[in-house]
């Protein structure tokens, strides 16, 4: 237990200004306190009550500009001009949605509704995705984006990644790629989504297109390389060439990984230490214990099994074998049309063996590692200002509450923009 007013020795630093004892109040400025805060995830152990989550009752924020600068017990904070009271509701850091599919025209309803009645999901789905946003325009697309986006904030999302992977061209991927990254920074090459209809008859002449001429158009729009390493998408073999060849472009490797049966995905995901193998559905010993051994972060998509009628992924295994584990919505029109963080919360909680805290924790902080970032995820001085105010006294009604819709307020960056 700590007083909460001791600088953090055991977290990552966070980036951002100097100001990381909290001690040191900040003068009177142009800062907002937020205060009556009832319960306050900090996701820094020692700022709060020494458990992971961080948690300081009657707590107050100061925040200024786009950082927090102040954490701490509400009748320590300090004068500040503005002033805003939540009214004893519970405050959260802005989830990191660190795995989403949002640059896409059209849906699939038909295909969930033959799911729902019993058809099983397949990887080829993808193609009718792919042809619906091939003929899409630019702006079409990036409504479609933009509306989704609003869709997340309003429900606490402050920082998301977002994928290709429906474009399968050239200049598909290319520009579904300067697409999102007028959005997020958070982008992600998928040009090996799926074998697009076209190259069926010569996969490896798709490989060498994604790996060659494709990877130099994307590169330059994006951080990050992925693979859907699957039985009907890539192999290990491919998905190896096509990471290899992202990492020499300086793009950095997360795959899509063990999400529809046992496969090779997740070591390869920790043999190349990509930052995240996403999905985790079908993991044996072995994977499990690389994931717990490693700096790969697994991240689970409760969304994709809800919506697939699947079996879940089982966060309480890789919890106790020590593995990190985050949360995402994995948003796309296929699998897993939702861009609801505290659904995919509630969800984890019933049906995968997390508890509410380790479910709020890797919605936020695990997304945050799993994007390799020290500054969301977590609310702590010099962190993004990025809060969500929960119409609830407690973040334990993420899951308590499932869909009822709790977040009243959020800030993003220090800009109130919901609420
Ligand atoms: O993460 N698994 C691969 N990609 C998506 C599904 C995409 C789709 O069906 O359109 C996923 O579930
Ligand atoms: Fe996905």
């Known amino acids: 237990m700590n007083s909460g007013n001791e600088p953090t020795n055991s977290a990552p630093a966070t980036a951002g200004p100097d100001t990381t004892n909290s001690a040191v109040a900040p003068e009177a400025t142009a800062a907002t306190l937020i205060t009556n805060i009832a319960g306050l995830v900090t996701n820094d152990p020692p700022l709060g009550d020494g458990s992971p989550l961080g948690l300081i009752r009657d707590a107050a924020v100061v925040i200024e500009g786009d950082r927090v600068v102040w954490i701490g017990e509400s009748s320590k904070a300090p004068a500040t001009d503005n002033r805003v009271d939540v009214g004893g509701r519970a405050v959260i850091p802005g989830f990191v949605d660190s795995h989403s599919h949002l640059v896409f025209a059209g849906d699939r309803t038909a295909e969930f509704n033959a799911r729902m009645s019993g058809r099983p999901y397949e990887a080829g789905g993808i193609r009718t995705t792919v042809a619906a946003t091939r003929a899409a325009t630019d702006a079409e697309l990036e409504a479609n984006l933009t509306r989704y986006l609003r869709e997340a904030l309003r429900q606490g999302t402050t920082t998301f990644e977002t994928k290709s992977g429906y474009g399968l061209t050239v200049e598909d991927e290319a520009r579904a790629l300067r697409v999102a990254a007028r959005h997020t920074d958070e982008v992600t090459y998928l040009g090996a989504h799926v074998v697009p209809a076209e190259h069926a008859d010569d996969p490896a002449a798709y490989v060498a297109l994604v790996t060659g001429e494709m990877l130099d158009a994307c590169a330059?729009?994006?951080?990050?390389?992925?693979?859907?390493?699957?039985?009907?998408?890539?192999?290990?073999?491919?998905?190896?060439?096509?990471?290899?060849?992202?990492?020499?472009?300086?793009?950095?490797?997360?795959?899509?990984?063990?999400?529809?049966?046992?496969?090779?995905g997740v070591r390869l995901a920790v043999e190349l230490d990509a930052a995240s193998a996403d999905h985790c559905t079908h993991l044996t010993d072995e994977d499990v214990d690389a994931l717990a051994h490693s700096a790969t972060v697994a991240t689970l998509l409760p969304g994709a099994e809800f919506s697939t009628r699947a079996r879940w992924p089982d966060a309480?295994?890789?919890?106790?074998?020590?593995?990190?584990?985050?949360?995402?919505?994995?948003?796309?029109?296929?699998?897993?049309?939702t861009s609801s963080m505290p659904f995919c919360v509630a969800l984890a909680v019933r049906d995968m063996g997390m508890t509410p805290d380790e479910a709020v924790w890797s919605a936020t902080a695990g997304g945050a590692a799993a994007l390799r970032r020290t500054d969301v995820g977590r609310l702590t001085p010099g962190a993004r200002a990025d809060l969500v105010v929960l119409d609830?006294?407690?973040?334990?009604?993420?899951?308590?509450?499932?869909?009822v819709p709790l977040v009243t307020r959020v800030w993003r960056a220090g800009v109130p923009v919901v609420g």
């Open 220 to 264: 330059p729009h994006a951080r990050w390389i992925d693979v859907f390493c699957e039985e009907g998408a890539f192999d290990g073999d491919q998905a190896r060439a096509i990471l290899t060849a992202g990492k020499a472009r300086g793009l950095h490797p997360r795959v899509h990984a063990n999400q529809l049966s046992y496969g090779p």
């Open 316 to 337: 309480r295994r890789l919890l106790d074998a020590g593995a990190t584990v985050a949360l995402s919505t994995d948003c796309n029109p296929g699998s897993s049309f």
């Open 392 to 403: 609830a006294p407690s973040h334990v009604h993420l899951a308590y509450r499932p869909g």
